[in-house]
């Protein structure tokens, strides 16, 4: 009887699953104090080093990500496949903001916020995600995104400014736009998300598109106003109507307290055009729930 020769089919180590913990991380800085994004023609910035709490944190939820992931996306990934790009944001009261794409393979992945005190070594505990499919795959050259992609704003009035990020959403031939979200940092570095704002959005009719502003009415009353932004003519802007919102408390969630649309038999749209919305109110809190 001839020997029988068992042959077992080993992984290289592209193939095994990754280890976020052995990844090193690096981040860059720019002097606009701004990521970059696929298509940026904005000098890339220089390498600054990742903090040990920023490392183990990114670490952590990176693992967490891949452990969750859908088995469809589950492909092979190396570390710079799994960190793309890590970016150092300056903030006030000598804080830094590392924002840092985790990718999950198929182009999937997010854009996670961790805020690091140097002063006190302290991190955020649990970042913020806003998914980064559609923002990088569109790019810096779509018309709808408009830079900075990370930028502050002082929506109470009361000196401290929430962080906010601006994320690229497409669904099919039915839906481009972008979305700003505005995050309060509490005095522990947790993010809370008081406003998403769906700032411009193709006009698919015409390739116009639709804007919407913020007007600061009160440190707690905001009013949204949209309007429409013809392809012929990008000097007009046709009024659509416009929404009154107002949080409990400064630091608090925006809501919907007034409908003033200049069409008055219908208030659809005057503060997201996604179909898939579930009401005004949650969009508001936060933003696109269908990522795909």
């Not at 670490?59 to 589950?74: D, Q, T, V």
């Not at 400064?250 to 009401?279: N, Y």
Request: hydrophobic share 35%; charged share 20%; aromatic share 10%.
């Amino acid at each position: 009887m001839l020997p029988v020769l068992l042959l077992v089919a080993t992984r290289s180590a592209r193939g095994q699953s990754i280890d976020p913990d052995t990844c090193h991380l690096t981040a860059l800085a720019t002097n606009d104090n701004d990521i970059r994004i696929r298509g940026d023609l904005r000098p890339p910035g220089h390498p600054v080093s990742v903090p040990s709490p920023v490392a183990s944190k990114l670490h952590a939820l990176a693992k967490k990500l891949l452990e969750e992931r859908n088995p469809a996306f589950r492909v092979e990934l190396t570390c710079p496949e799994l960190f793309p790009e890590i970016y150092r944001i300056s903030q006030p009261r000598q804080r830094e903001l590392y924002v840092a794409e985790i990718g999950l393979g198929f182009e999937q992945g997010f854009f996670s916020l961790v805020l690091y005190d140097p002063a006190t070594g302290s991190v955020t505990q649990n970042p913020p995600l806003i998914w980064s499919k559609w923002t990088q795959s569109f790019g810096a050259g779509d018309p709808l995104l408009k830079a900075p992609f990370v930028s502050s704003a002082n929506l109470f009035q009361d000196g401290h400014p929430q962080i906010v990020v601006e994320e690229y959403v497409h669904n099919g031939n039915m839906y481009n736009g972008v979305i700003y979200h505005y995050f309060e940092v509490g005095t522990d570095l947790a993010f809370t998300r008081v406003l998403a704002r769906e700032t411009r959005v193709l006009a698919t009719s015409d390739d116009g598109m639709f804007v919407r502003d913020l007007t600061q009415l009160s440190p707690t009353r905001i009013r949204l106003t949209t309007c429409e932004v013809p392809a012929k003519d990008s000097k007009q802007c046709k009024p659509i109507g416009y929404v009154i919102l107002e949080s409990t408390a400064p630091g608090k969630p925006f809501h919907a307290v007034e409908r003033h649309p200049l069409d008055t038999r219908d208030s659809w749209g005057l503060v997201t055009f996604m179909d898939q919305s579930p009401g005004d109110d949650a969009f508001l809190r936060g933003g696109n729930p269908f990522y795909y």
